[in-house]
């Protein structure tokens, strides 16, 4: 073994070393300004920018779109002063036999909508040929006389 100098030597491995110290004295290489430079918000206490802030840049949340409005499903309405209802054309019953009863649990079990606690609107889209008990949340008055027409009953739950 030669001889030992001072920059040869390492600590053993997967020895752990002791944390930074900052501003604890100027010996240690980071005293006086503890590694923050000269001044400026970034030296102060609670300094640094926010992780959000885009350098004055339009932020992201403001940039993506909204949904606003009554018929958005995030809209302002929410709970059980919901504003959204499920549009369905007064075609699509064509599914059920005559003198069946529509209704939200109907058609859940039919794979028109995909729960029994959601709001449904009909609408007066297509041609219904057999009377049908339609219950719903909402009608158009136009789907209204079409299913009054073909000898249908209608119902606001």
């Keep these: 073994m030669g ?8 600590p053993h491995a997967g020895s752990r070393f002791q944390k930074k110290r900052v501003g604890r004295g100027e ?9 923050k430079g000269h001044k400026g918000a970034n030296a102060r206490s609670g300094g640094r920018v926010s992780a959000r ?3 004055g840049q339009m932020p992201l949340h ?3 779109p909204k949904l606003r ?13 919901r504003t959204y209802m499920t549009p369905i054309n007064v075609g699509r019953l064509a599914v059920f036999a005559e003198g069946e009863v529509v209704s939200p649990e109907t058609l859940v079990a039919k794979g028109i909508i995909k729960k029994s606690d959601e709001r449904v609107k009909i609408l007066a889209q297509g041609e219904l040929d057999r009377p049908l008990t339609v219950k719903a ?14 000898g249908g009953t209608v ?3």
């Design 69 to 81: 409005g009554p018929s958005a499903k995030t809209s302002m309405a929410i709970g059980p002063f």
């Design 137 to 150: 949340h909402g009608f158009s008055a136009a789907a209204k006389r079409k299913i009054e027409a073909a």
């Design 53 to 55: 802030y885009e350098g």
């Design 3 to 10: 001889d030992i100098f001072l920059h040869d030597l390492r």
């Design 155 to 157: 119902e606001v739950l």
């Design 27 to 35: 010996g240690s290489g980071l005293g006086k300004t503890a590694g």
């Design 62 to 64: 403001m940039r993506i």
